[in-house]
């Protein structure tokens, strides 16, 4: 079993004021810009090599733009590379985006069906998964219900526990995998987990690198659509996590204006309980517009596995809602998004998850 690239160069057709900005750092802007037989083009792969055998389990990293989607679209077979070859020992399974291959209309249930089918599976193989499906979405009653009512977090555990059942050998999987709830994710990495012990390769890109680190053996670096660093997993990740805050520091240097104190005792971030009986999904607040923040990187420490886990950056005034995975314990960290400091938490008890009464 295997799944190889050799030499994978990708280009986009572009406008033509793209070429003006050829030969400047443009990883961020997602490729180079450049000419290709006299044609403006983006460059978003050059010359990508890397070659996986029976059992491995690859992370890919990177900043917005390096490449990491497109490398894994490639390898799926989604896109053809203009020059280069990609080869596999047999089907390569994607997860890119939930909604690919899913009915808004339909039932979880009719869901489950369609998307065996477009596997490839027989009637009698997905009636066989259906229970084992269900019990790890948890979704309950709500495989009744058409895909439409689900909240984000719902269809992505619909969607992972589908496709990992009817995948083939080889599964690659973009961004979302780290977009779960801390709860889900322990379910996502016991899945993999298992699904790696029958010898299958995974391809798995991610900015969670906390999820990297559990998942994978090695790892590829994608800087400007060219391999930066291929080596181990946790090799890679210190490395390129030592680069990414010396990054952050030198932004915060270019975009100085100095940060005013946050007073003692000011509610830095807030949590607002549920809107409805038995629900734990809350709303998070923050306002520090007025100390000269700019953006802020929203975080949930999870006393029990003494870990953190990433939400998103936001703009320094904004609100946020979780899933139902909050429970109490759970602390919400904010951290500034330039120079990575502490800005002020807060801890969820009991009483956070009791809805407020309404009139």
């Known amino acids: 079993m295997h799944l190889r690239a050799e030499s994978v160069t990708l280009y986009f057709p572009a406008h033509a004021s793209a070429v003006a ?15 290709h037989r006299g044609k403006p083009v983006i460059r978003a792969l050059d010359a990508v090599s890397l070659q996986l055998a029976r059992g491995e389990r690859l992370g890919v990293v990177g900043h917005n733009g390096s490449g990491k989607s497109t490398l894994l679209r490639v390898l799926a077979g989604v896109y053809r590379p203009q020059s280069g070859v990609v080869s596999a020992s047999g089907p390569v399974s994607g997860i890119f985006n939930m909604s690919i291959g899913f009915r808004q209309e339909a039932s979880g249930y009719r869901n ?6 477009v596997a490839g599976r027989t009637r009698a193989e997905i009636d066989a998964a259906v229970p084992a499906i269900a019990e790890f979405t948890e979704l309950g009653p709500y495989l ?10 719902m269809a992505l555990r619909l969607a992972f526990a589908v496709t990992t059942t009817f995948s083939h050998d080889i599964l690659v999987m973009d961004e979302w995998i780290g977009a779960g709830d801390a709860r889900f994710q322990e379910k996502v990495v016991g899945r993999m987990n298992g699904f790696l012990e029958s010898a299958h390769i995974c391809v798995l890109a991610s900015h969670n ?10 790892c590829l670096w994608l800087e400007e659509g060219r391999v930066r660093m291929l080596g181990e997993t946790a090799e890679v990740i210190d490395r390129y996590d030592e680069e990414t805050a010396l990054i952050r520091k030198a ?5 100085a204006v100095e940060r005013l104190p946050i ?12 809107r409805k009986p038995g629900s734990h999904a809350v709303e998070l607040s923050w306002d520090l517009e007025p100390f000269n923040v700019t953006r802020v990187r929203l975080v949930v420490w999870n006393p029990h596995r003494q870990e953190e886990q990433l939400m998103g950056t936001a703009p320094s005034r904004s609100r946020r809602t979780t899933g139902e995975w909050v429970r109490p314990g759970l602390e919400f960290r904010l951290y500034d998004g330039l120079d990575d400091s502490p800005l002020g938490s807060v801890l969820v008890s009991a009483s956070d998850l009791v809805p407020a009464a309404s009139d």
């Open 21 to 35: 900005h050829a030969g400047r750092a443009t990883a961020r802007l997602g490729g180079t810009p450049m000419r």
């Open 112 to 117: 489950i069906l369609l998307k065996g089918l």
């Open 144 to 153: 009744d219900m058409p895909l439409h009512t689900y909240s984000q977090g």
């Open 209 to 218: 690198n906390a999820l990297l680190r559990r998942l994978t053996d090695r």
């Open 251 to 255: 932004e915060a240097a270019e975009e």
């Open 263 to 274: 007073p003692d005792g000011h509610p830095v971030i807030r949590i607002h309980p549920p």
